[in-house]
């Protein structure tokens, strides 16, 4: 994976790193914290500038989100319900549940999106609840592309200083990225036991 994206970051120059983080968002696997720091690196060695970089990069985790977005526009809360009606049985979801969640999201969502755009896979995914949940649009795009911004920069800037050795953040970036995760794990875990406790009560 990682020598396919630099060879097309290599070819294409920032069409390619445009494409990149646009995919980025659209499937996960394919990770910023190698094509950013490569982008930085990039500018040691070639025409391109940290400047180019990071609006290129930009760019297409821009539209990427914008993509997932619009699809959890369509995935609005009455086909959940519709969902839950069938379903929620099973998996002991109440519509209640989903209102609780939609108000939820519209109180701190703002939040949560400028903030998961610096959180690993969950910087993709935050895309779709916010569509879900019907947030302002010229809101959404805003807080997306400060976020994305301030990403963005911290890895170009990262990978211009390491030059050559720019694969060593990826090191730091897989312990960065246990460390969130157990943290949102135990956060989820916390939140699902009060919930539960609430529930039997």
């Not at 839950?84 to 999106?113: C, N, P, Q, S």
């Not at 897989?174 to 609430?198: C, H, N, Q």
Request: hydrophobic residues 55%; proline residues 3%.
């Amino acid at each position: 994976m990682q020598s396919w994206v630099t060879y097309i970051m290599e070819k294409f120059g920032y069409l390619g790193i445009f494409l990149m983080m646009t995919l980025e968002n659209l499937f996960p696997p394919i990770p910023s914290e190698i094509v950013l720091p490569f982008g930085g690196f990039m500018t040691t060695y070639t025409s391109l500038t940290v400047i180019g970089v990071m609006i290129a990069a930009t760019l297409g985790s821009v539209i990427g989100a914008m993509i997932l977005y619009s699809i959890g526009l369509l995935i609005d809360v009455e086909r959940l319900e519709r969902i839950v009606e069938r379903y929620g049985h099973i998996l002991r979801i109440e519509k209640a549940d989903i209102h609780k969640a939609d108000a939820w999201f519209d109180k701190f969502g703002y939040w949560t999106v400028f903030f998961c755009r610096m959180v690993p896979l969950i910087r993709s995914l935050i895309s779709i609840p916010a569509g879900m949940s019907n947030m302002k649009f010229s809101v959404f795009l805003l807080l997306t592309m400060l976020g994305t911004l301030i990403w963005n920069a911290i890895l170009v800037s990262v990978g211009v200083l390491l030059g050559e050795n720019w694969e060593s953040i990826l090191v730091f970036m897989d312990v960065y990225s246990i460390i969130v995760y157990l943290l949102l794990g135990v956060g989820l875990i916390l939140v699902a036991y009060l919930y539960i406790k609430k529930r039997r009560k």
